[in-house]
């Protein structure tokens, strides 16, 4: 009777199970893929916060909290209605939707900047009043400074414009064009450029980019949503080719003058990570000749344009990469740090200006990620790194005298955090791979408080499971880090086709400590259908180290290919993974390693999916293309050796190349150079372009793209 009994409980809990599962919801792309109607509900919640010097304030729509660091106890600060209320008694017929892109520019003063209706405002909340406004009607990429409450934009001609406290505009160029372009991002966002207008502590000069194009080819994208398709060409410097002209302005708003910085010859010259001094007086620069072997640190006389000195110079024999711009010590304007990975590993070193020595502040065999800021009680620099682990994000203080380092987080995950004005306090908002997301603020002595804890979106969802380990990479010293979705439901008994997700190129990786070890969307989706997948991070990758990332040089998509075949050798000693039903997938640098191993390693890959594929290196740009590869004309061995054009004899698995028509980072000529060698080689890819659409697809567009990509798995690997 009891051994009855024991069986109909065994019974009663595994129905128990199976009805469990059977009532867990399925996901759909609407629901993991970032164009998805359902996405913005999938995603972990979150809370925002800003400083307003050392204190704590939630933004939400309709209010502002200041936040009790040590209790966590919230109290309004004002509200939308409140807002609106002090503008329109202000006399200003303008309306602030919410209070989310809130600034606090001085923590001295009761002053938040809103936006309304073509209108930026600086409000202050204990007098209740605008005491400043300035229309935003007409501007493109504006930059507002708060010391001088100027701003610098583009006028509808695109001519560079300025305009200060009273509203009084200058227009400072006269030949803006499409060719001439000015204060935006030049040398196509290489060397960690990502605007073109730099303003002085004291918001009373302007450095600016310019950019002559004229000299450099045109790539003919079309328009084909004219009723006669137009020609819309862009500049397009391919490796080895002729690159743009860029130099730098320097405008003054007291004198109205702009003086341009002496700089040696700026043909075949790289000018990036613009910082200015203290006093506003020096402007420094990283300098890079085209080979991007030689970097120097110079300084300019910001009045004059005049070359003050060269401070600091580096070569290597492959390449130096300059990504930070200097940051001076608040409390010794005569220091500054600067990073580098002259030693090998990015790290920090401090610049004695009055000695015009450096030293270095921080070692090891890790990655310095990101510069914080300062605290300036402690004389410490804030920064984050993964020296606890290649996979992790965490925060550390070092004294600037004394090198000791603080750890200012829990020590595990991924931490994305903010400083107070003083650094005395951290806002930190963190993952872990168990944990989707929490804010806490920490103060330097990693007293932490928890703020907000979010809720695991997918609770009610069938998950898979997500797993990340290492294997040795194909020099059988170096541990790569992988990582493995498991099939919903997975049954270590059965066979599973298995998806090899890859990238693999410099500037990027897909594993991290986050929640889910960072897994992407379409990947839950696969496994939710019965897929295995596996994501590598190969040597060429980022943040480990000189060596590991210089390991392709001059010879892209050799080195990763060795190391993702040593994770399809891993993949096949796993009983429960179907080595006769292995695909891959990738975009961009992942799409040219997705062809790279199908066409070299036919055999193994049975379906492939290559979305914006590059296919020779001599179709690339010239920034980009020629730190990892040399020209063609310097390294033709390289770019021979590396092309695919050869290789499409070599097709055999099933293969769908994809595309935006109008890419123009991955230009369509790449795409179509491969369709051609396949007609020509007899071999039979599939391809699809999606029209209007750049080099990623934008919006509801991605769904349709992730469906397609699924749909081709379905059909050809299942």
């Known amino acids: 009777m009891m051994k009855i009994k024991f069986v109909l409980i065994?019974?009663?809990?595994?129905?128990?199970?199976?009805?469990?599962?059977?009532?867990?919801?399925?996901?759909?792309?609407?629901?993991?893929?970032f164009g998805g109607n359902n996405y913005r509900n999938m995603v972990p919640a979150n809370k925002y916060y800003t400083w307003w010097g050392d204190k704590l304030i939630r933004q939400d729509v309709e209010e502002c909290f200041l936040v009790n660091m040590k209790t966590g106890k919230e109290n309004t600060l004002f509200t939308l209605r409140q807002i609106n209320s002090w503008v329109k008694n202000s006399g200003i017929s303008h309306t602030v939707r919410h209070l989310l892109s809130t600034e606090f520019h001085d923590a001295e003063k009761p002053l938040v900047s809103v936006y309304g209706d073509h209108v930026m405002m600086l409000i202050d909340f204990k007098q209740k009043k605008v005491v400043w406004a300035d229309s935003t009607s007409k501007e493109n990429s504006r930059e507002w400074v708060a010391t001088s409450k100027a701003s610098v934009y583009l006028n509808d001609n695109q001519q560079l414009c300025v305009l200060d406290a009273q509203g009084k505009e200058r227009q400072l160029t006269t030949d803006g064009s499409r060719e001439i372009v000015y204060g935006q991002s030049v040398h196509r966002n290489e060397f960690g450029i990502e605007k073109g207008t730099f303003w002085s502590p004291d918001g009373e000069r302007l450095a600016f980019y310019r950019m002559d194009q004229t000299m450099v080819t045109d790539y003919p994208q079309v328009n084909i949503f004219t009723r006669v398709a137009s020609y819309e060409p862009d500049k397009y410097p391919m490796a080895g080719e002729t690159s743009h002209v860029v130099t730098v302005g320097v405008f003054d708003l007291k004198t109205e003058k702009t003086a341009y910085l002496k700089t040696a010859n700026p043909v075949d010259r790289y000018f990036t990570n613009i910082a200015w001094s203290p006093d506003n007086q020096t402007i420094y620069m990283f300098e890079l000749n085209r080979d991007q072997n030689d970097c120097q640190l110079i300084s300019y006389d910001a009045t004059t344009g005049e070359k003050k000195e060269e401070l600091y110079q580096e070569k290597h024999d492959k390449y130096v990469e300059p990504?930070?711009?200097?940051?001076?010590?608040?409390?010794?304007?005569?220091?500054?740090?600067?990073?580098?990975?002259?030693?090998?590993?990015?790290?920090?070193y401090i610049y004695d200006l009055s000695k015009k020595t450096y030293t270095q502040l921080t070692d090891g065999n890790w990655v310095v990620l990101d510069v914080l800021g300062f605290n300036t009680k402690e004389k410490s620099i804030l920064y984050q790194s993964n020296e606890l682990s290649p996979i992790q994000r965490n925060t550390f203080a070092v004294n600037v005298k004394n090198g000791k380092k603080t750890l200012l987080d829990n020590g595990k995950g991924w931490h994305t955090p903010t400083l107070s004005a003083n650094g005395t306090f951290i806002l930190d908002k963190y993952s872990e791979p168990q944990v989707p997301r929490v804010i806490a603020v920490t103060n330097m002595k990693n007293q932490s408080k928890t703020l907000f804890v979010a809720e695991n979106p997918w609770k009610d969802y069938q998950v898979p499971e997500y797993s990340c380990g290492t294997i040795k990479a194909a020099d059988n010293v170096t541990d790569l880090y992988y990582r493995m979705v498991k099939p919903v439901n997975f049954d270590p008994s059965k066979k599973y086709p298995t998806i090899v997700y890859v990238y693999g190129g410099p500037h990027a990786h897909n594993v991290d400590a986050r929640w889910n070890y960072c897994s992407r969307g379409w990947e839950t989706y696969m496994a939710q259908k019965g897929y295995l997948l596996f994501i590598l991070d190969n040597r060429g990758s980022d943040n480990r180290g000189r060596e590991f990332e210089q390991a392709t040089f001059r010879q892209l998509g050799q080195i990763e290919m060795q190391d993702q075949m040593k994770g399809v050798e891993f993949l096949k000693t796993l009983p429960y993974v179907d080595a006769d039903r292995m695909g891959v997938h990738g975009w961009s640098f992942g799409g040219y390693m997705t062809i790279t191993l199908m066409t070299n390693h036919p055999d193994v890959f049975k379906v492939g999916?290559?979305?914006?594929?590059?296919?020779?290196?001599?179709?690339?740009?010239?920034?980009?293309?020629?730190?990892?590869?040399?020209?063609?004309?310097?390294?033709?061995?390289?770019y021979e050796k590396t092309s695919l054009i050869k290789q499409a004899k070599n097709l055999k698995g099933k293969l769908q190349i994809i595309t935006g028509y109008n890419d123009n980072t991955v230009v369509p000529q790449h795409c179509l150079s491969f369709l051609s060698a396949c007609v020509e080689a007899g071999t039979q890819p599939d391809f699809f372009a999606y029209p209007g659409e750049p080099h990623n697809m934008m919006g509801h567009s991605s769904v349709h793209l992730h469906e397609r990509i699924s749909d081709y798995f379905d059909t050809y690997l299942k």
């Open 10 to 33: 065994c019974l009663l809990a595994l129905f128990s199970h199976m009805d469990i599962n059977a009532q867990a919801k399925k996901f759909t792309l609407e629901d993991l893929n």
């Open 609 to 638: 999916v290559a979305g914006g594929p590059v296919i020779d290196w001599k179709w690339y740009e010239v920034m980009y293309g020629e730190r990892y590869m040399d020209t063609p004309q310097a390294n033709p061995e390289g």
């Open 323 to 348: 990504l930070h711009p200097i940051m001076f010590l608040p409390w010794d304007s005569n220091k500054f740090v600067f990073q580098s990975q002259r030693n090998g590993y990015n790290h920090l």
